[in-house]
Protein backbone atom coordinates (compact mmCIF):
# COMPACT_ATOMS: atom_id res chain seq x y z
CA UNK A 1 0.00 0.00 0.00
CA UNK A 2 1.25 3.27 -0.84
CA UNK A 3 0.12 6.47 0.52
CA UNK A 4 0.89 10.19 -0.58
CA UNK A 5 -0.28 13.56 1.35
CA UNK A 6 -0.53 16.51 -0.86
CA UNK A 7 1.23 19.61 0.57
CA UNK A 8 -0.54 20.65 3.40
CA UNK A 9 -3.53 23.37 2.95
CA UNK A 10 -4.31 24.17 6.48
CA UNK A 11 -0.32 25.88 6.75
CA UNK A 12 0.61 26.56 3.18
CA UNK A 13 3.86 28.76 4.70
CA UNK A 14 5.06 25.20 5.71
CA UNK A 15 4.03 22.54 2.76
CA UNK A 16 3.96 19.25 4.74
CA UNK A 17 4.96 15.85 1.49
CA UNK A 18 4.40 12.41 2.74
CA UNK A 19 5.03 9.07 0.87
CA UNK A 20 4.66 5.59 2.79
CA UNK A 21 4.87 1.84 1.61
CA UNK A 22 5.52 -1.79 3.09
CA UNK A 23 7.96 -3.49 1.63
CA UNK A 24 8.81 -7.12 2.16
CA UNK A 25 12.27 -7.18 4.45
CA UNK A 26 13.91 -8.92 1.69
CA UNK A 27 16.98 -7.57 -0.89
CA UNK A 28 13.78 -6.80 -3.44
CA UNK A 29 12.36 -5.29 -1.17
CA UNK A 30 15.27 -2.57 -0.28
CA UNK A 31 16.04 -2.27 -3.60
CA UNK A 32 12.43 -1.46 -4.11
CA UNK A 33 12.49 0.77 -1.43
CA UNK A 34 15.61 2.96 -2.79
CA UNK A 35 13.70 2.89 -6.18
CA UNK A 36 10.44 4.30 -5.10
CA UNK A 37 12.20 7.11 -3.12
CA UNK A 38 14.11 7.93 -5.50
CA UNK A 39 11.02 8.45 -7.92
CA UNK A 40 9.06 10.23 -4.98
CA UNK A 41 11.57 12.49 -4.40
CA UNK A 42 11.95 13.68 -8.25
CA UNK A 43 8.06 13.83 -8.23
CA UNK A 44 8.69 16.49 -5.51
CA UNK A 45 11.32 18.00 -7.49
CA UNK A 46 13.96 17.15 -4.62
CA UNK A 47 17.47 15.75 -5.51
CA UNK A 48 18.15 11.85 -4.67
CA UNK A 49 21.76 12.42 -3.22
CA UNK A 50 22.80 11.53 -0.62
CA UNK A 51 18.77 10.71 0.13
CA UNK A 52 18.70 7.13 -1.78
CA UNK A 53 22.27 5.85 0.02
CA UNK A 54 20.31 7.05 3.15
CA UNK A 55 17.03 4.74 2.07
CA UNK A 56 19.32 2.16 0.45
CA UNK A 57 21.16 1.63 3.83
CA UNK A 58 18.42 1.60 6.29
CA UNK A 59 16.28 -0.58 3.60
CA UNK A 60 19.37 -3.37 3.59
CA UNK A 61 19.36 -3.67 7.38
CA UNK A 62 15.60 -3.64 8.29
CA UNK A 63 15.97 -6.47 5.24
CA UNK A 64 19.20 -8.52 6.83
CA UNK A 65 19.24 -7.56 11.06
CA UNK A 66 15.51 -6.73 11.66
CA UNK A 67 13.39 -9.32 9.19
CA UNK A 68 11.02 -11.40 10.87
CA UNK A 69 9.43 -13.94 8.80
CA UNK A 70 5.79 -12.45 7.99
CA UNK A 71 6.00 -9.16 8.50
CA UNK A 72 7.23 -6.41 5.85
CA UNK A 73 8.94 -3.41 7.10
CA UNK A 74 7.67 0.56 6.25
CA UNK A 75 9.46 2.69 4.22
CA UNK A 76 8.36 6.77 5.58
CA UNK A 77 9.29 9.83 3.82
CA UNK A 78 8.78 13.49 4.89
CA UNK A 79 9.35 16.67 3.92
CA UNK A 80 9.04 19.59 6.54
CA UNK A 81 10.13 23.01 5.31
CA UNK A 82 14.03 22.36 4.37
CA UNK A 83 14.23 19.13 5.96
CA UNK A 84 13.75 15.64 4.42
CA UNK A 85 13.38 12.78 7.24
CA UNK A 86 13.54 8.93 5.92
CA UNK A 87 12.31 6.92 8.16
CA UNK A 88 12.34 3.04 8.21
CA UNK A 89 10.31 0.79 10.54
CA UNK A 90 10.48 -3.03 11.31
CA UNK A 91 9.04 -5.24 13.68
CA UNK A 92 12.27 -6.12 15.12
CA UNK A 93 12.60 -4.35 18.18
CA UNK A 94 14.85 -6.07 20.32
CA UNK A 95 17.91 -5.62 17.89
CA UNK A 96 19.03 -2.33 18.04
CA UNK A 97 21.40 -0.58 15.60
CA UNK A 98 25.07 0.15 16.27
CA UNK A 99 27.54 2.20 14.38
CA UNK A 100 30.34 -0.72 14.29
CA UNK A 101 34.14 -0.02 13.11
CA UNK A 102 34.89 -3.83 10.58
CA UNK A 103 38.08 -4.68 10.15
CA UNK A 104 39.14 -3.08 6.58
CA UNK A 105 38.81 -6.50 4.96
CA UNK A 106 35.39 -7.20 5.81
CA UNK A 107 32.77 -7.23 3.08
CA UNK A 108 29.96 -5.83 5.21
CA UNK A 109 29.12 -3.59 8.90
CA UNK A 110 30.14 -0.08 7.09
CA UNK A 111 26.36 0.85 6.23
CA UNK A 112 25.76 2.79 9.69
CA UNK A 113 28.78 4.57 9.67
CA UNK A 114 27.69 5.49 5.92
CA UNK A 115 24.67 6.82 7.46
CA UNK A 116 26.26 8.55 10.31
CA UNK A 117 28.55 10.75 7.40
CA UNK A 118 25.68 11.22 4.86
CA UNK A 119 22.90 12.45 7.25
CA UNK A 120 22.28 15.51 9.13
CA UNK A 121 20.98 13.79 12.32
CA UNK A 122 19.69 9.88 12.74
CA UNK A 123 18.72 7.85 15.45
CA UNK A 124 16.27 5.44 16.52
CA UNK A 125 12.49 5.42 17.60
CA UNK A 126 11.25 2.29 19.80
CA UNK A 127 7.43 1.34 19.47
CA UNK A 128 4.82 0.44 19.98
CA UNK A 129 5.99 -2.77 20.59
CA UNK A 130 7.51 -5.11 18.75
CA UNK A 131 9.04 -1.94 16.41
CA UNK A 132 11.29 0.18 16.08
CA UNK A 133 11.85 3.04 13.47
CA UNK A 134 15.61 3.61 12.27
CA UNK A 135 15.62 7.13 10.82
CA UNK A 136 17.51 10.18 9.08
CA UNK A 137 17.32 13.75 8.29
CA UNK A 138 19.10 15.62 5.89
CA UNK A 139 18.71 19.18 4.64
CA UNK A 140 16.94 19.77 0.78
CA UNK A 141 16.21 22.74 -1.07
CA UNK A 142 12.93 24.04 0.04
Not at 2 to 10: G, L, Q
Not at 91 to 96: H, M, N
Amino acid sequence: MIRETAPSEACPATPVRNFSVLLSPTPRGARLARLLATEQLRSWGLPSDPAAHLVGELAANAANHGRVPGRDFRLTLYVVGDTLRIEVTDTCGDRLPRVRHPDPDSESGRGLLLVDALADRWGVTHGPYPRKTVWAEVKVPS
